[in-house]
């Protein structure tokens, strides 16, 4: 398993830009497609985007393709999330987690080690 921790979030005003990390502990987070999730209030928690193990394959949702990147790197144990041109619809608290489960990397429910989260506010 492993323990993940977000970090980078903040208040930026529309168009700005973030950078989330989620940094994590133990030897297998190369093993695990990793995953960034949005949960805005009153909100369920919604798929953002995925990296493969490797890197090699990347996964959006529509909302933020062309605007938000996924990244790792394996040998910092640590996942990446550049968020570009940012709209105060994407006002969440983020997180990351592992993906545990075989199945669609979008989906919500085959990720699990979720990390504390980091809230994002973006103003008008």
């Known amino acids: 398993q492993v323990q993940l921790v977000e970090s980078g979030g903040g208040l930026v005003q529309a168009g700005g830009s973030l950078r989330l990390s989620c940094a994590a502990s133990?030897?297998?987070?190369?093993?695990?497609?990793m995953g960034w999730f949005g949960q805005a209030p009153g909100k369920e928690r919604e798929f953002v985007a995925a990296?493969?193990?490797?890197?090699?394959?990347?996964y959006y949702a529509d909302s933020v393709k062309g605007r938000f990147t996924i990244s790792r790197e394996n040998a910092k144990n640590t996942v990446y999330l550049q968020m570009n041109s940012l709209k105060p619809a994407d006002t969440a608290v983020y997180c990351c987690?592992?993906?545990?489960?075989?199945?669609?990397?979008?989906?919500?429910?085959?990720?699990?080690?979720w990390g504390q989260g980091t809230q994002v506010t973006v103003s008008s």
């Open positions: 990296i493969s193990q490797s890197g090699d394959s990347t």
């Open positions: 133990g030897r297998t987070f190369s093993t695990y497609t």
């Open positions: 987690a592992a993906k545990i489960l075989g199945g669609t990397p979008t989906t919500v429910y085959l990720y699990a080690n």
